[in-house]
Each structure stands twice: as structure tokens, then as C-alpha cells.
């Protein structure tokens, strides 16, 4: 080990406490950066997959007006064709044709205004949950069926039970009116209120016949294995769209943007107290080097008569920092990420997450995701921080002047 | 050749109000090997011309050269590299880093010198040797005693061959034997190794070493004479 680090290891325990207690606020701030930012993503994950697995899907291809308007005359042509085609283009079979109409569904006893997914049954359950999520009979299986699977609300609110049918009334994309007399399949259970109290599916093929489609639906849904490869896909989209400028690939951040809201404002107060924890260690650590650096004036008057330079000094107490900040570091990253694990194994309840929880179909415990990106991120930014407040203690040794230094008792 | 040649060195302090003369006129030639001692009562300006010949202080005005160098032209840099190489400080007490060992201390400025690990390691011994504390070498100063603390700055000057070493009252601050030691030793250095001694004391005794003893008051030199009957 070089004598500069030996000196520097050495200086930084000539007071125990005091290096101990930066070294504490430092491992404090680490663990609960580490443990909260883990969380955070976990639980954003969890907002993510839940909410775009559950319906929405990744990236959607629509009419470029119908997703700021839905109206069923805003349809994409030759939907099934494209659908195959995006199919091929993309290696994947996670694509899914839909189309949607508003309609009123009417048991023998009830009446209630509904919408209607015309879904394809043989790839609808590679892009939503939904078919995974039949609770009684079962899910559409062949694509020309007069059959429908409706959520656990409605079923309990039409007084239905699977097996009895419906009378679907509604107007076609021509205007014309479209009534239809269909089975219940089956009856799902998403745990997302408004879809389980509104939303039914129905195989694509007798939609288009009912709302006189022809060949033609609303969306085409797409979902990405990662999350990170969304605007990559988004972009292969585009490619084959492009021939058809009325269509738009639009992602999940345009497709919900309330969701990417409540992640942002999350994100935002979130790092409000992070940085308030961060400035805290900083001064702290502000505090102790310029109190070393004050206390060792003599000493450091000294080196300098014997020709060191301001800079070699400014160095050392950068490098006293830097250890006391890599001690910090790495005890924060070590407890924070073995406390993460332990919750990200048994979850962890937090109050006032309910409201989040409802909204966004999420469980009452949330599972901290640790990662490479959750554990070193906010532990690097209090290093980064320690490191600047040592640079003005660190700059006050360039204006000392060995004879001054050396006169300081 | 002159070691050090100071010509018409002023100094002064500004303390609030009043203006206190450190140096007033000092001009004195050093020649290369000798061995000066600077004495003076307290507050003569000794530390100060000191400081000025070892580039620590700059004058106020006047000329001082060092190796036939013009130090008082030198930047702050250039000073401290000279310092690093040629010229050695001792000073009164608190010479050492207190959390490293002697050796350490030693190979600490060597290091900054730019010396490899392991001829640092096998010099710092051989000066630990030479200044009589071969068995100190990791000791650190608090459990070295005053003498063996100077010893090791002594040490610690020498080891990169400077060919001036300024001591600001080594011995202050030890007792008799102890300082007699001490200046046994520089007087040894001083004959085998040619350095250039100056030493600055208002000690009796010590005086009795010099070959060479300046007397100082108020800033100014008021004798200057070559003694032979220096203890040799
Ligand atoms: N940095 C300084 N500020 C103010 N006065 C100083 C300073 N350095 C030295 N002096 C004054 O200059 C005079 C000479 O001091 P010094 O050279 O330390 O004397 P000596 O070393 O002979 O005791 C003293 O009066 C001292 O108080
Ligand atoms: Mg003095």
C-alpha cells in the first residue's frame, strides 16, 4: 500500500467518532436510498406490468385520431391482414387484433351500457391478462362463436350467470342499428373495477359482422418482453405502418398517460427527500474535513516546507473523502440491498398505498425490486456529492501559505 | 562556490496598526559547506531570515540566492520543487506526521520525490542508521522521545542529498545531552556529506558548535564572525 494511502487510511481514524459518524450518516442515507429507490422501481414495475398486461399492451396501433377520439369510425382497414403481417415483421405473437363499440347489454332482468372488445381469441391472451383471468366457464376459443365473456361486476349486476345469454343493442359503424342475441362464455375477474364492471370481449370476426366492420378494427396490440425495448419496437412499427399514414404507433406512456403522471409525481416527491438526505450528508461531511483540515494546519505548514505542494495536500484530503465516502458506499450497498432482498422475498406494506394500489391493480404489499441500477444509484450520487464538499476544504489549501501555517499553534 | 548570498534583505509584518520589522537590510554571504549558526534573543528576525533563504517567506525587498539560483524570482511551484530536493528543514518540534512511523516519515517525502518502493524503503533505513535510531524504524513519533523525534526529521532532510539543510532551533526543545547529540550529529553530516548548515538558536551552548556565528537583533545583523575554536 502506498505511504499517500496509509497516511490518508491513518488520518481519517485519529478521530474515531467523529469519522465514524460521518461514515453513519453516509451508511444511514445509503441503506434507505437503496432500500426506497428499489421500491420505487419494484413498485413502478409492478404499475407497469399490471396496468399495460392487464389491457392496454405496450404499443397499440390505431387510427391516428381515434385514441384522443374513439369513435368507431376512426378503424384501421384490413386489420386481420396487417395483424399478421406486424405478426411476421416483428417475430412475435404477442399481437393482437381488437376492435370496440359501445353498446347496451340487457338479461332478463337488467339493462347496462357496456363496451364491447372484439378480440382475437387464438392470440388476444399473448397481450392481456384478461383471458388468464376467467374465474367461471371459460374463455372464447372459436373466432366465429355468438359468445361472450363479461366481468365479475356485471354479471353480479345483469343478475347473469354463464351459460345465459344477452341482447346487445347498438349502432353500427355505418350508423345502422346492430343488435345481437349472445352466450356468456364465461365470467373474468380482473380486479381493475371499471373493466370488471364494464368491459366485455367477443370474438373479433362476429363483432365485425355485428357492427358491420367488414374487414376492419380499432387497434392492433402489441406487447414487448422488455420494457426497455418499447421505442425500439415502436420504431420497427412505424417501418411497416408507413404506407398507411392515417395509422399511428403510439406507446404505453401515450396510450396511459395517467400512469406515467402518477410515476412522475411519485418519482418527483420521492426525490425531494432524497435530496434533502443528500445535502445532509454532504455537509456533514463539509463539516468534518474542513474542521481536519482546520485542526491539521500546523502539520500540513509543515509538508509544505518540505515541498509539498498545495495540490499533493488537496489531493490527500480528496482521497481521505474518497475512502471515507467508499466505506460508506459499500456498508450502505451491502445492508441496503441485503434488507431489500429480505422484503423483496416477504413484500412490505406501506399505509397509504391502498388508493395507488386500487387504481393501478396492484397487491397491498409491494416487493422492492433490487438491481444493479436501484443499489449503486443513489449511494453513487452521496459519493458524488461527499466528493464535492470536500473540494472547498480541499481549494482552502491552496491559499495556505507555509509560513502562516507553520505560526498557527 | 557561495551557497547562499542574501543582499540587502528587508522584512516587515504588518500587525494591525503597527508595522514590526522582521528583517532590516540583511545582507550576508553563505559559502558552500559551512556550517553557520544564527543567534539572536527572541524576536532577532532569525525564523524569518530563515524562511527567506529557504523560499518560505518572500521579502519585502532585496535579492537572495540559493545554489547560484535567484530564489526570491522562483514561483511557488518552482520553490517547492527546490525545497523537495535540495534544501532540508528542521524545525523545532512538530516536524513529524504523528500517524506515521519513522520510516514512514521518511519515505513519505520520498515519495513525493518520485522514488521507487523499494529504494525508498532501503534509504530510509540506511539514514534511520545513519542518525543512530536503526531500532525506531516503526515506531511512530509519540513513542520516539524529543531527540529521537528530531532525529528523525534530521533523517528525513538528509535523505535526498540536499546540499543545504536550515534548522530553526533544532535543540529548543531538548535537554542538554540531547541537544549536544544533535548537534554532534549535524557537525558529522556537515563534515562527511558537505552539506551547508544553518542553524538558528539563542542557545549558549549550541553556539559553541558554530565556525561560523551571526548575531542578529531588531532585524538586522550586528556580528558576523569565523570562530576556530568551534567544537569539531
Ligand atoms: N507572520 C508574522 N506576522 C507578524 N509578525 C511577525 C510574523 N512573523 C514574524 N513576525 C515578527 O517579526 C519579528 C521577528 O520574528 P522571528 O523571525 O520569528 O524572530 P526569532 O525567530 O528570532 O524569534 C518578531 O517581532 C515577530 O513577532
Ligand atoms: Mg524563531
Known sequence: MSIILRLAWRNLWRHKRRTWLTVSAMVFSNVLLVFMISLQLGTYKMMIDNTLNAFSGHIQVQHHLYNDDPKIRYSIPEIIQLTGQLQHALGSDAVSARASAFALASSEQRSYGIQIIGVQPQSEFKVSTIPGLVKEGRYLSDPYAEEIVIGKVLARNLKVKVGDELTLLGSGRDGSFAAGIVKIAGIYESGLTDLDR???????????????????????????????????WQQKIIQQ???????????????????????????????????????????????????????????????MALGLKPGKLARLIILETGLMASLGLLLGCLIGFLITLYYQRYGFYYPGMEEMAIKFNLPDRMYPSASWLSVLFGPLIVYLFSMLATLYPALRLYFLRPVDAMRAA | MTAISCKALCRTFQQGEVKITGLD???????????????????????TLLNAMGGLDTPDSGQITVNSQRIDH????????????????????????????????????????????TKRHIKSLEVLKEVGLEGAADRLPSQLSGGQQQRVAVARAIVSKPTLILADEPTANLDTKTASQLMDLFVELNRHHKITFVISTHDQRIMTYARRLIKMQDGKIISDEKLSSAIQ
Open chain 1, 198 to 232: 364494464g368491459m366485455v370481449e367477443m370474438p373479433l370476426l362476429y363483432f365485425q359482422q355485428l357492427f358491420v366492420m367488414e374487414n376492419q378494427g380499432h387497434a392492433i396490440v402489441v406487447n414487448v418482453p422488455d420494457l426497455f425495448e418499447v421505442n425500439q
Open chain 1, 241 to 303: 405502418i408507413k404506407v398507411q399514414p392515417e395509422l399511428l404507433a403510439l406507446n404505453w406512456m401515450e396510450l396511459q398517460p395517467g400512469l406515467l403522471q402518477a410515476i412522475q409525481a411519485d418519482m418527483s416527491s420521492a426525490w425531494f427527500m432524497y435530496g434533502i438526505l443528500i445535502i445532509l450528508v454532504a455537509f456533514s461531511v463539509l463539516n468534518t474535513q474542513l474542521m481536519s483540515v482546520l485542526e491539521r494546519t500546523r502539520e500540513f505548514g509543515i509538508t
Open chain 2, 25 to 47: 537590510q540583511v545582507t550576508i554571504d553563505i559559502d558552500d559547506g559551512e556550517f553557520v549558526c544564527l543567534s539572536g534573543p527572541s524576536g532577532s528576525g532569525k525564523t
Open chain 2, 74 to 117: 522562483l514561483s511557488k511551484g518552482e520553490m517547492a520543487d527546490m525545497r523537495l530536493h535540495k534544501i532540508g528543514f528542521v524545525f523545532q518540534a512538530y516536524n513529524l506526521i504523528p500517524v506515521l512511523t519513522a520510516q514512514e516519515n521518511i519515505e513519505f517525502v520520498m515519495q513525493v520525490q518520485g522514488v521507487p518502493a
